[in-house]
Structures are given as structure tokens and as C-alpha cells.
Nanobody, 121 residues
């Protein structure tokens, strides 16, 4: 059973920082992409930052210059360093990975359970 386990959410004041982490566990043949999405109340789930399957890094325009995605391939872990947080960053943050479990015929998207980030003004 493959799982994405997130940690690091919480409550922070505007201008503060948080770091999220997401580790893929289980029997994994290949990780094609891995990154972070978020959903604010009343909105859809949108991309925040991602290592794409083509080797690029994508960021939402709203977080460029403030958020940094990084990874530890040996640990199948991706991190999101969030600086200069704003109240508009308040959302549930989800880890997503297009990965290929052992025994599966192809890769497919897996999602973490989500972690709440709340930024107070």
C-alpha cells in the first residue's frame, strides 16, 4: 500500500514561515512527479509547486519568490518551504505524486490526506 504522508502545517502570523514535508512510503517502482496543491475554502484545488515528470519545477504565480520546493530522492520526500506567508495562503495543502507502485501496470496520481495551513493577519 503506497501512501503519501504530509506534515508541517499549522498556524502562523502573516510574514512568518512554515515548512511542509511529504514522504511517499510503500513499494514504489517509480516516482514520475511530486508536488503540492492547495484548496482554500470555496475554491478548487490548485497547483502550488511541483517537480514535473519532465524534470521541470513549476510554481503558481502567487507563490513565486516566496515558496521553494525541494526534494530528497533517497527518502522519496518533497518539501515546501513557505516564507513571507500571507492570509491568502490559508488553505489545506495536499501532496500529490504520479507514481508507479510495484505490481501495478502503470503510474497514477496519489494524494496525501492534506495538512491545514492558516495564516493570521
Amino acid at each position: 500500500q503506497v501512501q503519501l504522508v504530509e506534515s508541517g502545517g499549522g498556524l502562523v502570523q502573516a510574514g512568518g514561515s512554515l515548512t511542509l514535508s511529504c514522504r511517499a512510503s510503500g513499494r514504489i517502482r517509480l516516482i514520475r512527479s511530486m508536488g503540492w496543491f492547495r484548496r482554500a475554502p470555496g475554491t478548487q484545488r490548485d497547483l502550488v509547486a511541483e517537480f514535473t515528470r519532465y524534470g521541470d519545477i513549476m510554481y503558481a504565480d502567487s507563490v513565486k519568490g516566496r515558496f521553494t520546493i525541494s526534494r530528497d530522492n533517497a527518502q522519496s520526500t518533497v518539501y515546501l518551504q513557505m516564507n513571507n506567508l500571507k492570509p491568502d495562503d490559508t488553505a489545506v495543502y495536499y501532496c500529490k505524486s504520479d507514481l508507479w507502485p510495484m505490481g501495478a501496470t502503470s503510474s497514477y496520481d496519489h494524494w496525501g490526506q492534506g495538512t491545514q495551513v492558516t495564516v493570521s493577519s
